[in-house]
T-cell receptor
Framework: DGGITQSPKYLFRKEGQNVTLSCEQN?????MYWYRQDPGQGLRLIYY???????QKGDIAEGYSVSREKKESFPLTVTSAQKNPTAFYLC???????????????FGPGTRLTVL | QQQVKQSPQSLIVQKGGISIINCAYE??????FPWYQQFPGKGPALLIA?????SEKKEGRFTISFNKSAKQFSLHIMDSQPGDSATYFC????????????????FGAGTQVVVTP
């Protein structure tokens, strides 16, 4: 059963704490992405990675960090520097080569982070 | 800068009616125009997509109309059903300045569609 898993589904954090959101995929995709979704807004790109051991900042990378040590895993750390971290976080993956089908991103079920 | 403008913000339609959502864009380098569907508490999923060499694509009750000169594309949901109640996003693809075959999606703000029984 191929797909993307994110954990935990709900996460609560106290102010000043770092938290790490997990994202795992078994689709054998090279590219992985992290998005943030706020009510009434579209998805905004935080970080993306085209290949293992390489990643680039998206549009709203401040206060976040990522790693890509394995092809199937792309964890996101929300640091205490992120001023307004309460949001719905979505991980996605896609192919990067092979013509048709490279344009489709497949999303996980999301993690809802709440800062107390 | 806002590259993609989606309208309306929300839409209520009766069962059996037609839902129409519009997306306007500025970046002429976009070359793939998908619509994603998202149910509450879930991740988005690709619904239907079109490439700029055609003006219309239909899959079941869902149709994309594409107007390259006007830099607009729209989603039409025919015979709307309560199960279609969801948020819909246009998300044209930006390949940037590389020759890679993949790129980054630029999401619109979303349209919440409610289909009443």
């Amino acid at each position: 059963d191929g797909g993307i898993t994110q954990s935990p589904k709900y996460l609560f954090r106290k102010e000043g704490q770092n938290v790490t959101l997990s994202c795992e995929q078994n689709l054998n995709h090279d590219a992985m992405y992290w998005y943030r979704q706020d009510p009434g807004q579209g998805l905004r790109l935080i970080y993306y990675s085209q290949i293992v051991n390489d990643f680039q900042k998206g549009d709203i990378a401040e206060g976040y960090s990522v790693s890509r040590e394995k092809k199937e895993s792309f964890p996101l750390t929300v640091t205490s520097a992120q001023k307004n971290p309460t949001a719905f976080y979505l991980c996605a993956s896609s192919r990067t080569s092979g013509g048709a089908g490279t344009d489709t991103q497949y999303f996980g079920p999301g993690t809802r982070l709440t800062v107390l | 800068q806002q590259q993609v403008k989606q309208s309306p913000q929300s839409l209520i339609v009766q069962k059996g009616g037609i839902s129409i959502i519009n997306c306007a864009y500025e970046n002429t380098a976009f070359d793939y125009f998908p619509w994603y569907q998202q149910f509450p508490g879930k991740g988005p999923a690709l619904l239907i997509a079109i490439r700029p060499d055609v003006s219309e694509k239909k899959e079941g009750r869902f149709t994309i109309s594409f107007n390259k000169s006007a830099k607009q594309f729209s989603l039409h949901i025919m015979d709307s059903q309560p199960g279609d109640s969801a948020t819909y996003f246009c998300a044209p693809l930006d390949r940037g300045t590389t020759t890679d075959s993949w790129g980054k999606l630029q999401f619109g703000a979303g349209t919440q569609v409610v289909v009443t029984p």
